[in-house]
Every structure is written in C-alpha cells, then in structure tokens.
C-alpha cells in the first residue's frame, strides 16, 4: 500500500514485532474507530491515531490528550500506520526505529462533530488543518479539535484542543495520572537499560552497577505547597550505596569508590543479608546519645571506645528481581521498613520521617535536635540515578560549602602548624578564589593536615595575578589535591564566605565537582508583571525546557528579565522571528514570524512588511522594551532572532556579520582564523566585535549604522572571507555547496542580507546546557575558550563582574568605503 511506503521504509520487520501493514485489514462497517497509545521511546510521548481512508492517521503528542480546554496539546504529525496498528502493545526492540515500550493507553471510536458528515468530509478537513471530531473511548470523550498551526516552520505541527462540553474538566489534566505506576516502570526500565527488561538485580549489580548512581538532592530554601513531602533527617556522614548479592557486598561512594576496607565492619555485618537488593543510605559515626561526627569516618574502622558506625538506609533501589527506582518514594519506603524489620542487621538502621508535613514544624523539630537540616522528598517521586532533582530538597539550618585546598598561610603567636587555609571552587574549569577558613580545627587536625600540606607545596598560583587573596604575602599554594567541608554563615557580594568554620576534609568527593552550591529558591508557576500601564502574566514557569539538566521555563524567563537591557540596543525597531519551544528543548520546535494583531496584549507592537520570497504580508514583532522580549520568551521562544537592518531602513543594515562555521573542524582552528579576520580589520581600520554563536562557531560584528546598501555590506564581507580564506587555503572555505566544504569553516558572508536573522549578542540556544550567545573580548580568544563555559547560568555572575565587551559599539562607526581602499 502506497500511503504506508514511509511507515514501512523505517521499518525492520525481521527485529520489529510491529504488523507490516500489507495485510488485509478491514474497517468496521459503521464507525471509525481511534487509538491512544502510550509510546516511551527516545522521549515518553503519546501517539494519537484515526481510523480514516484505510490507515490511522497519526499525531505525536509529547505530554498526551487533555481533557482541560485551556490545554493546548502540541501534535507532530507523522507517517501514516497501518490499521492493524490499533491493537498493537509491547516491546519495539533497541536498534530498531522508535524503541521502547508501547501499551495503550484508551481507544474507541470517534464521529465527525458535524452530525452529516461522514469520511470524506473528514478527509477534506484533513486537508484544511481544522478536524472537529467528538471521542467515544474509556478515557477521552467528548468534543475535540485537531487544529493545524499556522505559523509553524512545515505542515506538521499540529495542536489537539478539547472543547468545552460536558466531558471538559476545570483543572490540570496529565494524562500521566491515569497510567499505573506498574506500566511506567515498564517503559522507564527499558530506556534506562537499553536492554531486555528481564534482567535480574543480580545481573544488574555485577555488570552494570555505575547504572545505580545515587540522585542527589538540591539545596532549597523552602519546599513546595501543591506537593506531598516527606521529612526526614539531614544526616552527617559519607553517602554509601550498598550493592547486596546473596553473600557479596559491596559498599560504594557517591564517586563509585569502595568502602569496604575503611568501613570493614559494615560490610561483614550486612554479609549476613540473604536477599539480594540495593541499598542507598549514610555512614555516620555516632555516639550512644545519637550525636555524629563527620571528622572520625576519614580513618574508618576502628572507631574511638564511645563512638560506632550506623548505616542509615532512606531507599530501596532494586529487591530481588525488581528494580523499584520507578515507583513512587512512600512504596519504596514501605518496602525497605519492612526489610529493615525483618532482616535485624546490627547498625543498619531506617532513616525515621518525621512525624509531621508542615515544613516549618520539621524545621523546629531539626532545630532543637541540634541537626544540620531536613531532607524533603516528594512522596510520588521516582529515584533518578546520578540526577540532581528538586523533588529531594536540602533545607539547611547552617549552611556548608564544599572547597579545595590551594593553600595556607603560615601560623601566628602560640599557634602551630599553619594559620588559615586558602579556599577555591571549581568555576568554568578554573579555580575561583572564595576565601580562606582558620577557626574550627583541632590540634590533632592541625598537626595531620599540616603533614599532609607540606607534601603538595607548590609554587604556582592557582588563580589569576589579579586576583587578591586575603594574607597572600604569608601564603604557601599547594597542588589541588584536599577538599574541606566548612560551615559558614552567608555569601558575600563578591562571592567569597562569611564566617567560615574548618569541619572536616573529604575523601569521598572529586575535585572537579567541587562548585559553589546555590539554595534552589522557589518558582511560582504564574506571576504578574507590571511595567508602567503594561502588564504581563508570565505562565507555567515550573515546566522543565532543559530536562537533562532540570533548567525550567521559570530560570529562562528570569535570565531574559536581567539581560534584557543589555540585549535591547540590539533587538530595536528591528524585526524579530520567534524560534519557539513550548515543551523544551527535547520536543518539536517551529519558527514563527508572522504574529496576528490580536494576539497577546494590546501594547505589543507590530508592522506588516511584505515577504521577498512568498509576496505575502507577514506581521512582524517589534521588540523595543523589556515586557515585550518576557513576552517573547513566556511564548516559548528560547531563542531571539532579530533582522540585521530595521523596519525603517529594510536594505541598508545596522551591522555586518562574518559567520565562522565549523562544519565538524577543530575549534582551536575557528579561533585562529576569527584572529585573523581580526588582524584585517584592524589593519584596515575598522572597528569589529566578537561573540560565540552558542552553538558551535563565531560570529564577527561591525557596525555599520545604516550607512550602506546590504550589496555594499555583502561585497565587503565577501573581500573580507576571501582575504582570510587566502591565510586558511586548507582549512577554510567560501564555497556555499555543503558537499564542497567538508570538515572546512564555513565563512558564511550570506547572512548580510534584508529579512536575514541571526541570534542576538545574550541570546540562549535551545541547546544541551543552555549555552547563550555571549559578547568577548578580542583576547578571550584563545585555545582555552569553549562554547559550554558560557551558559545562562554563567553568563549572570560574567555580567556582575565583567565589564560589558561591547559596551562601546554604537561609538565605533566603520568607514567600509575607506577600508576598502586599505585592503
């Protein structure tokens, strides 16, 4: 069957169990007939299907059907699937086209809304975008509309709306609700694993036990109120999981080290087990009053008389041939407490919860315990190895900050050993200076560390000349090989720590993870914004845009809310195409720049311009002040594409681009001939300015205010990659033909052109790690430099204490008349 060549073609039915779709199958005679089915693939998502003209027509819903009219679900539509589709459940296997774990999800059979309607009116609709239908499934019933978006960059963006009929609900529908912790496991298991989703804990703890990572907590200010929490006790140790195999164990680190040789007892203990499972917990070395302390775990065993060890468990990860990773927290706890009872493993013991869920009761039970803090865990929440994830939150009453050891300064008076240590965290892969800790040591601990310092004496200078280190004419730096953990009191305006007291060192920590860690502060999920008689409602700022690293659509609105004067000059009267993400960066994503006049608020300002290459009038954006860029990204656009010229000067532009795309080639290179580029211009007299892409080359601006046509701007720049590509024949190309610029740097002088984008200077990427387009200094330029240090998470603390390096460049007119001349 022709309409099913692209469903086959992806296809390998050897290894696939999915029906090849050249079997005679039959529709029923008097109703069409529709299927959800839940598909976890590469990304969970929801396949919707309609029974019409011999195959299901297809949508892929990334966060699935609503009943809740104000719901606005994204459909992708894909190829057509064959009717025998409809029933099929179970594993597509790895290597094959959409693997993952399929079940459906409801079906039933649906009817035209127009009651004299029949197949091909459906079809008809079809083809005009607008397909009214009323659903008569188990789950999904009543009035829906599968709506083509106008705007989208092609044909297969689509939107599924639910009417407002007697079937709608009034609140937040996810149809995640209505599928059994069971049947998530399922499909979650198999991604995790890649492999048969029979495989054994056994199998599991042998070969793959890096797949069991603990999930680490965030540090917070305050829990959420819409969730169910969980509080239990901060605890004061090292962080152990236990992999548990009949009569093996082993006791691992949070970096994967093993435990059992320092903490041999532990291990011997728990060899007693007979069940085989995975444990996750906290060594900690306690008295028999239950008071810890963090500073006797670093030789191990033996302890001091007075003082034992204690392996707190708070998860259960795998029992038997079950992983439980997947089901809710509270389930997980059940089954560990009844382990815990029944196994009666001396100095293993179950982390208590407390007996309350208001946050500020459990707060004043940790207060006048004398405890560090809380943990808060979600009650539904899954356990996401190696994730850091805000459904586990830290709620500390004195803070701690991890540190590296870079030096010390010599000791004064009566004092012996060393008088303070100089304190570093990892900052964009260099050491940044956070001050230096001399109060909280013992004698013992000043005379082992000060053995242990003067084996790594070294006479390098960790940080930067410029930079001030408190006592630096009595420092000795050391290599970065010790981490302490220091309590203190808050953070500094320059970033250093206030009150800093010496707990303890730790082992059980790697160097490059040490950062400074943030308390995460809590997003309203709607706020309202007022800017003179212009207000805005930024909606739905929990919804994760960035799932690998849990950056929210809430982090990206408040990035553009600090940078927006920054990025304005750049973004004025020039128009603006929207390159939008409404469900993150994983998701389907579309350009968008035609905008009708009666969305959104009513100060926003547009202007019609007539397309070049379609003769349509298309409806410009116009982002001239902060509301407006919110807008913008509350609209889901990540990303800001404004035009190189304004609407009022549409063919003579305000800057001149070079683009240097790598195409695959080395980065070291891109610097190297963007320095030369540099070298020309400068030679030639013209002003130029430099930022990363954000995605992987370079961008060289100059501005030209307006004073040129863009064939003038494009011949130069044209001179201007020829010169280069003179300097770079082997590495470097002008060649606009991709086949005939292979693994060369592309230097694109074609942007310089009218209705071209190119993403604004601040602008963030839809990219892995929220990398932003970022303004340098030309002696940023070196082989050190890379795409990921600049993220929307950096770029905040680079605008605080870095001078803006394009702060001048409306003061730096190019004569491109007279350059030309100098070439």
Known sequence: MAKLNKYQQKRDFDKTKEPKGDEKTRRSAKRLRFVVQRHHASRLHYDFRLEMDGVLKSWAIPKGPSLHPKDKR??????DHPLSYRTFEGEIPKGSYGFGMVAIFDEGYYTPLEKSHGEKELLAELESGNIKIVLHGKKLKGEFALVRMKQAQDDNAWLLLKHNDKYAVEHAYDAEDEVSAADKAVGKRFRKQGVSTTKTAEDSTTTNSSAFEPMLAVLATATTEDDDWIFEQKLDGFRAIAHLSKKNVQLRSRNGKSFNKQFASLAKALKTNERSLILDGEIVAEDATGKSRFQL??????????????YYVFDLLMLDDNDLRDYPFVERRDLLERWVKKAKIPHVRLVESLQTE?????????????????????????????????SWRKLKLLQSQEAIIVGFTAAAGSRVGFGALVLAVMYNKKFQYIGNVGTGFTDVQLQELSTQLSKIKTTKKPFATSIAVANENKVTWVKPKLIAEVTFSEWTADDHLRHPVFKALRHDKKIQD????????????????TFGKKKLTLSNQKKIYWPDEGITKGDLLNYYEQVGELM???LKDKPISMNRFPNGIKETGFFQKDVDKNTGPNWLKTVALESESTGNTVNYLICN???????????????????????????????????LDPNGTDFKEVIAVANTAHDILDQAGVPNFIKTSGST????????????????????????AELVHEQHPDTTSVDRSPSKRKKKIYLDFMQNKRAQTIVAPYSVRPKSGATVSTPLEWNELNDDLSIAQFSMNTLLTRIESKQDPWKNIFEHKANLKKAIAAF
Do not use: C
């Not at 207060?367 to 190696?386: P, R, T």
């Not at 919110?630 to 070079?658: C, D, H, Q």
């Not at 601006?701 to 001179?719: K, L, S």
């Open 358 to 390: 208001n946050e500020q009761e459990a707060l004043k039970i940790a207060k006048d315990k004398n405890w560090e803090g809380i943990v808060a865990k979600i009650s539904d929440s899954a356990y996401l190895s190696d994730k850091r994830a805000d």
């Open 74 to 79: 994204l459909a992708v539509m894909v190829e």
């Open 297 to 310: 775990l670093q030789h191990g065993d033996p302890l001091p008389a007075k003082y034992q060890l204690v």
């Open 625 to 659: 002040d902060l509301p407006t860029l919110l807008w913008i990204a509350n609209m889901g656009s990540i990303e800001i594409n404004p035009w190189l010229a304004t609407y009022r000067k549409k063919t003579k532009p305000v800057f001149a681009v070079l683009d």
């Open 568 to 570: 304005l000059p750049y």
């Open 514 to 529: 040490i950062t400074k860690v943030e308390p995460l502060v809590e997003i309203v999920n709607e706020r309202e914004l």
């Open 697 to 720: 080359g370079l961008h060289i601006y100059i501005y030209v205010a307006q004073q040129y046509t863009f064939d003038v701007v494009r011949d130069f720049m044209e001179m201007l």
